[in-house]
T-cell receptor, first 113, second 112 residues
């Protein structure tokens, strides 16, 4: 298994532009998580899905952030419009139902200038 | 609660020594704890976990200790190697809701 696959690895965009981050979870995993990592705030949970359904989005910072999981093998995190303070590393993780041992992807480093 | 800071706590050890990384958690109702290791440029990787009905659990070269009385968790690494250099995070299951809340992290530096 190739693990959790995130794309792109790096993204540099201008303020105001739309950014879409992508994640392919491990096949057979039912739960998917989006985290954001910064030096100031550490690893923050943004949203998670069980069986493609959003369960808890209380960590999504603003309405500019949205996440979807149209099927069991794909999820997106979108920021529109992006702002410099959104610059961070965004991680996707997946796990089997009721397991808390997450497998993380390699992350997407987002820089908004 | 969540701590905010510009610098991670750092632990520097000599190769071959034992390392102890500490973590304080906030929620006395948490019943599951887990340690992750994050190497530069990579996502966090699972190391070891423990449930609140245990106070110690051992893996290969690693031991996790849980003290529920003072809400403290520690990770012990035996015979630390240069490959152990990384940032180590503890995490707790929040309100049994199936989601992990991560601590600030500690950077471990191993000197050859």
């Amino acid at each position: 298994d190739a693990g959790v696959i995130q794309s792109p690895r790096h993204e540099v965009t201008e303020m105001g532009q739309e950014v879409t981050l992508r994640c392919k979870p491990i096949s057979g995993h039912n739960s998917l998580f989006w985290y954001r990592q910064t030096m100031m705030r550490g690893l923050e949970l943004l949203i998670y899905f069980n069986n493609n359904v959003p369960i808890d989005d209380s960590g999504m910072p603003e309405d500019r952030f949205s996440a979807k999981m149209p099927n069991a093998s794909f999820s997106t995190l979108k920021i529109q419009p992006s702002e410099p303070r959104d610059s961070a590393v965004y991680f996707c993780a997946s796990t089997s139902w009721q397991s808390l041992i997450y497998t993380f992807g390699s992350g997407t480093r987002l820089t908004v200038v | 609660g969540e701590s905010v800071g510009l610098h991670l706590p750092t632990l520097s050890v000599q190769e071959g020594d034992n390392s102890i990384i500490n973590c304080a958690y906030s929620n006395s109702a948490s019943d599951y704890f887990i340690w992750y290791k994050q190497e530069s440029g990579k996502g966090p990787q699972f190391i070891i976990d423990i449930r609140s009905n245990m106070d110690k659990r051992q893996g290969q070269r690693v031991t996790v200790l849980l003290n529920k009385t003072v809400k403290h968790l520690s990770l012990q690494i035996a015979a630390t190697q240069p490959g152990d250099s990384a940032v180590y995070f503890c995490a707790e299951e929040y309100n049994q809701g199936g989601k992990l809340i991560f601590g600030q992290g500690t950077e471990l530096s191993v000197k050859p």
